[in-house]
């Protein structure tokens, strides 16, 4: 999976959930796993941490 910044290569864990965060290594932009139906490879959205309670 790339990154939508920087197009580089982000890790995501071969158990990775829906919501789970993943962070760039290159720009250390977050972005959010979002799995837009059942079944379906994850995409990547960035992450809005501001002022954020993920309730964690
Ligand atoms: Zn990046």
């Not at 290594?25 to 977050?30: I, L, P």
């Not at 972005?31 to 309730?55: K, N, P």
Request: with cysteine.
């Amino acid at each position: 999976m790339n990154c939508l910044e920087c197009d580089a290569q982000v890790p995501v864990p071969s158990d990775a959930i829906q919501g789970e965060i993943v962070t760039c290594k290159d720009c250390g932009t977050s972005f959010e796993l979002v799995r837009e139906q059942a079944g379906s490879l994850f995409t990547l959205r960035q992450a809005e941490l501001e002022g954020e309670d993920w309730g964690e």
